[in-house]
């Protein structure tokens, strides 16, 4: 690295960090190794922080973040945690719209807070949710689109038809038994 790039650098550096070059090139060295671990430290922070914040906005809705995202796992709704937190934050009734799904397709438990008390859900107070814009009439509030209601109808849909595959065969299966039941005692009772 030469000099003038070094210089560059250590502008605002304090003592002879700015402009003596043995001792600038050393706090260079040490300010990149601060800022590639910085860069990745602030991954770390924007993560808990987006979970922190979805943990708080699925809490007014009776579920933990866990089963939250074990929800989501489950039924298949692909939201970063990102997306998430934007979401808890400016737009609850569509972060409502989410768990209300998951609840829904009993991915997640009904309720969590039995022995700890009830939480005070966005429905029964009078919460306002943060907006980016002023909004005049709180029905004006950009909610979840139809594409996703669609989505999750077709989630639905097809859970539904798995599930009553899965009943046939069930019944199909117990009625092979009590088949080979049946020929095992009409067999046995032809023995005797």
């Keep these: 690295m030469n000099k003038r790039k070094l210089f560059q650098l250590t502008k605002g550096y304090r003592g002879r960090a700015n402009n003596c070059y043995r001792i600038a090139y050393r706090r260079v060295e040490k300010a990149l190794q601060y800022s590639y671990v910085g860069r990745k430290l602030k991954k770390r922070s924007y993560r808990s922080q ?41 737009e609850p009734f569509s972060f409502q719209s989410i768990i209300r799904c998951l609840k829904d397709s009993s991915a997640v438990p009904t309720s969590h807070y039995s022995s700890y008390g009830l939480l ?5 107070t009078n919460f306002k949710p943060a907006s980016r814009q002023p909004v005049a009439h709180w029905n004006q509030l950009p909610i979840i689109s139809n594409l ?4 999750a109808e077709r989630r639905q849909q097809v859970a539904q038809a798995t599930w009553e595959a899965e009943m046939q065969l069930r019944q199909q299966e117990e009625e092979a038994e009590e088949q080979q039941q049946q020929q095992q005692q009409e067999g046995q009772k032809m023995e005797e």
Excluded: C, F, P
Excluded at 53 to 59: D, E, L
Excluded at 148 to 151: A, D, E, G, H, V
């Design 148 to 151: 996703y209601y669609q989505s």
């Design 120 to 124: 005070q859900s966005a429905t029964t």
């Design 50 to 90: 987006w979970i922190a914040q979805i943990n708080a906005g699925a809490r007014q809705y009776d579920v933990t973040y866990g089963n939250m995202i074990h929800g989501l796992n489950v039924t298949g709704i692909e939201l970063n945690r990102k997306m998430l937190s934007q979401l808890a934050i400016y």
